[in-house]
């Protein structure tokens, strides 16, 4: 079994590594829940706004020269309005929390802490940084929905066991294209948030 590498990175020092980093996230957000037919150019710019953030985070995982994994992460109150809503009008201080952006693990590399580590990487920033609060969102499919895989167990036992806190109330809708759909439609997005105090 080949050794995992992890490393992070901030703000504009992920340059060199974008592209890489947006055919990741194309290839993992095929699978299901995200089922997302992936568009490099948007990749790019989406990436872009992280890199342009001085308190951006950027956690890769390399097996030798190879991306095939990374978290990354950015004050809340420099994302975009879809994930700022939900929290200012729930009357939080969206200048206390440090948003997850997303986190991607080609599947063989599933199972051998990485998860962890990613969010473990991703606290220990926003700690340092003085963020209070830590969060993320996660769309959610219907339970009957016909490109579920069998078997398909999602995240939540994985996240509770890792302090995380659904927060059904916070939530909001992204958009993006479906694989074999004609146009981007809303998808429906929870946040999941962590106390670091």
């Known amino acids: 079994m080949s050794e995992t590498a992890l490393h992070t990175c901030r703000g504009r020092a992920i340059e060199p590594r974008l592209e890489e980093l947006a055919r990741l996230r194309i290839t993992v957000f095929r699978d299901f829940p995200y089922l997302y037919d992936g568009d490099f150019e948007y990749e790019a710019n989406y990436l872009r706004r992280y890199a342009e953030c001085p308190e951006s985070l950027f956690v890769l995982a390399e097996d030798g020269d190879s991306l095939v994994g990374a978290a990354t992460g950015m004050p809340l109150a420099e994302d975009v309005e879809e994930f700022r809503a939900p929290f200012e009008q729930a009357g939080f201080d969206i200048g206390s929390v440090f948003y997850y ?97």
């Not at 769309?139 to 302090?163: C, M, N, T």
Request: glycine share 10%; net charge neutral; aromatic share 12%.
């Open 101 to 197: 952006g997303e986190s991607v693990l080609l599947p063989s590399y599933r199972g051998r802490g990485i998860g962890k580590a990613f969010l473990a990487e991703r606290e220990r920033h926003a700690a340092s940084c003085g963020f209070s609060t830590v969060a993320f969102c996660a769309v959610e499919r219907p339970d009957d929905h016909p490109l579920k895989p069998e078997g398909y167990i999602p995240l939540h036992g994985f996240w509770r066991s890792q302090g995380y806190e659904r927060h059904p109330a916070l939530a909001t809708t992204f958009h993006w294209k479906d694989i074999g759909e004609p146009e981007e439609t809303d998808k429906p997005m929870v946040f999941w948030l962590k106390s670091l105090k």
